[in-house]
């Protein structure tokens, strides 16, 4: 009798775990995530790849530049996996790396994910001037008191729950004078720690809406695909196989919370065993470390994480 695979999920990254240098490694070595890199130039009409591995660092954190970005690099590793014959039985990701899920799912193409998530960035940091918005991390507070805080907060201002990361962490997002006196009554109502986060605009709140206006005209634009497996969506925590209730799910991401605590423990609840998070950093799993330490979350970045996942995985 055969014993059945153990469930794996793959997690993709989203802003902000970009690095001078992500992708290089496996570009080098492996012809397939070159490749993504050169597709990724031919649809941008510049040298992604070269700000990707080179720098400089500054431009790399600029929104437009970071999320084709680690979107490629993320696929680039995903490319690699799937040539390695590990394939998931979900896939998840971070905010813009649910378009790298989506990507890996079969939903959209990897040239019209690229082109989409540089408006997106572009769109999202036009939408409210620089100083106007801002975002803080509040640490060690329940989900139902920091949305009493922004309740509290606000003023009549925009101040929302945007990243709901895991137990330990809620990410708010809004207008900068009322994010700050959120950031000070959490404080004060016993947050482990409140801090300001050095973001350029204020994501996954209300105040994105012309972003999210924007962005619908280029949704509508590219052909989505049912996805060959289940993509769990951030603004809803559900797993979704329907092309026009992904296209749905990431239009209203852009102004919704991101549900990520809520996303993994519904994957957790599917049996998933292993979770990889594919592309730049290990965010993603430190942030599983915070919502279910049993289960094991392995990287893949470069050839050391890949052949370490790959032995992982071939002796599970």
Request: one cysteine or more.
């Amino acid at each position: 009798m055969t014993t059945p695979q153990p469930l794996i999920a793959f997690l993709f990254p989203g802003q902000g775990s970009q690095a001078v240098g992500m992708g290089k490694d496996l570009a080098e070595k492996y012809p397939v995530a070159r490749q993504t890199f050169e597709e990724a130039d031919t649809a941008l009409g510049y040298k992604l790849s070269q700000l990707c591995f080179e720098g400089p660092e500054e431009q790399l954190r600029m929104t437009e530049i970071t999320q084709p970005a680690i979107l490629t690099a993320s696929v680039a590793a995903w490319r690699v996996l799937n040539e390695k014959g590990i394939t998931p039985s979900f896939v998840a990701g971070h905010s813009l790396g649910e378009y790298s899920a989506h990507v890996a799912a079969g939903t959209i193409t990897f040239a019209d994910a690229v082109r989409t998530v540089r408006n997106r960035g572009k769109y999202m940091q036009e939408a409210v001037p620089v100083g106007v918005g801002a975002m803080a991390a509040i640490l060690g507070m329940d989900l139902g008191k920091v949305t009493a805080v922004c309740s509290d907060a606000s003023q009549g201002e925009v101040c929302e729950p945007a990243n709901i990361n895991s137990p330990e962490q809620i990410v708010i997002s809004g207008h900068a004078s009322a994010v700050e006196r959120a950031a000070k009554m959490a404080d004060e109502r016993g947050a482990k720690r409140a801090k300001l986060l050095p973001v350029s605009a204020p994501f996954h709140c209300s105040l994105m809406k012309p972003a999210q206006d924007q962005l619908a005209k280029d949704l509508l634009a590219i052909s989505f695909q049912t996805p060959d497996v289940p993509v769990v969506c951030n603004v809803d925590a559900a797993a979704l196989q329907d092309a026009d209730r992904s296209r749905d799910a990431l239009l209203r991401q852009v102004t919704g919370p991101v549900k990520w605590e809520q996303s993994m423990r519904l994957l957790l609840s599917k049996g998933i065993q292993t979770l990889v998070e594919v592309g730049p950093g290990k965010v993603l799993c430190g942030l599983m470390r915070q919502i279910e330490r049993s289960k094991t979350c392995l990287n893949v970045g470069d050839e050391a994480s890949l052949l370490k996942t790959l032995d992982h995985v071939g002796k599970v």
